[in-house]
């Protein structure tokens, strides 16, 4: 199908799924065990509910913002995902050239298939890119990326700690991996076991020993502001807090990594209070941010996190299906969507800016009763 009859971003999933290599749905679209946190993180956003409001001359709507002090035209940033020349020949290119041109921001994975350089390369002047930290074993290793990303001007780092060890991923375990491009299994640095799919071939160097008191490290080898990629509860956040970090992302990792972990649309709901009850903090707040991400697909579901308190929020799978079938014009006919999405769904809220999407647009009453349904 061309471009032209792509609707939503549910779409590029429904045509990537017919067209994309086998391999390579096998590694973007599994989620770990039965899929049912990967089923959740967008029905979640079923169970919250808007309350507009009327008569407030919706004629001029924007709906651009700031994520850690940088200027976005939406409330979303491309996050981290690794592997893109698993779709698409030009891999996470593809997306350093879209968020150039719609004016986003791009979260650089640790494991992509473009060299980290390249990627950093292929933006344009002021173009403002993140990075995305899987840390290793060998902490010198670490010191050296994340002190090369900062001198190439990256302008946050984000530390995933959900993934101490790789989910079971079941659909990708089927396949096995063969690396076609030797630059993505080498910066593991470790013996690599193709026999059971993408995930696992690539992943050997995490470090799972990772804890707390490593964080004053990291503190003390980089100026760049941290972020922790996949808190799950208030308690984790509040630590956070509490230890001078600059913000966290409630995520489970797309579903990839402990089933049954609850959506970060969820998790924020208790962030929200508790960072209140406890700390004092409102949301959004300057000094501490909070970004959701998992099964967001429409702009209403990022108006709800944003109307709840979250600075921003992460789209992952949609970027990949896009560009695994129509390379950069899919991630830019993804983002236009999106823009479009914001404009109308501004206008319908009653809200001129992000400004004005407050808590009280959304009912959060039933946010907590889960209802797993049988795949
Ligand atoms: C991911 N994600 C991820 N996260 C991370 O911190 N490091 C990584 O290398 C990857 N790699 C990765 C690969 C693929 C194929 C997927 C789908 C996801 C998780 C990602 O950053 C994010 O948390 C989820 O993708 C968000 O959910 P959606 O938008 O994909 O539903």
Redesign the pocket.
């Known amino acids: 199908p061309s471009l032209s009859e792509i609707l939503n971003l549910h779409d590029f999933e429904a045509i990537a799924k017919l067209v994309m290599p086998e391999k390579a749905w096998a590694?973007?679209s599994s989620a770990s065990d039965d899929e049912i946190t990967n089923r959740e993180?967008h029905a979640a956003y079923h169970r919250l509910w808007f309350r507009p409001r009327v008569l407030r001359d919706v004629t001029h709507v924007d709906w651009s913002t700031r994520i850690l002090g940088h200027q976005t035209t939406m409330p979303v940033y491309i996050?981290?995902?690794?592997?893109g020349k698993l779709g698409h020949p030009d891999g996470e290119l593809n997306l350093t050239r879209s968020a150039a041109k719609h004016g986003v921001i791009q979260m650089i994975?640790?494991?992509a298939s473009c060299s980290f350089d390249e990627i950093v390369d292929a933006a344009q002047p002021n173009q403002v890119q993140f990075l995305?930290l899987?840390v290793n074993k060998d902490r010198e290793v670490t010191k050296r990326i994340v002190q090369h990303a900062e001198k190439r001007g990256i302008k946050a780092l984000f530390i995933?700690v959900d993934?101490p060890q790789l989910g079971r991923r079941e659909k990708d375990m089927r396949m096995k991996f063969e690396a076609d491009d030797p630059h993505e299994v080498s910066k593991s640095g470790d013996k690599v076991d193709r026999s059971q799919g993408a995930a696992k071939a690539i992943t050997g160097f995490i470090d799972p020993g990772l804890k707390w008191s490593d964080i004053p490290w990291f503190q003390s080898i980089t100026k760049m502001p941290l972020i922790l990629?996949?808190v799950q509860t208030w308690e984790d956040a509040l630590e956070a807090y509490d230890r001078g970090l600059a913000g966290v992302v409630l995520?489970n990792?797309?579903g990839?990594q402990l089933d049954f972990a609850r959506s970060g649309i969820e998790v924020l709901v208790e962030v929200v209070e508790k960072l209140k009850e406890k700390r004092g903090v409102t949301l959004p707040n300057e000094r501490f941010q909070v970004f959701v991400?998992?099964?967001?697909r429409r702009a209403t579901d990022v108006l709800k996190a944003i109307a709840l308190g979250a600075t921003a929020v992460?789209?992952?799978?949609?970027f990949?299906y896009a560009f695994s079938a129509y390379g950069q014009d899919g991630v830019d006919k993804a983002l236009q969507i999106l823009h479009d999405e914001f404009e109308m769904n501004l206008r319908l809220l009653g809200a001129n800016t992000l400004k004005d999407v407050v808590p009280d647009m959304v009912d959060t009453s039933n946010i907590h009763s889960h209802v797993v349904a049988v795949p």
């Open positions: 590694y973007y993180n996050t981290a995902t690794a592997l994975p640790t494991l995305q899987y995933t993934a990629k996949g995520s990792h797309g990839r991400d998992g099964g967001v992460g789209v992952g799978r949609p990949l």
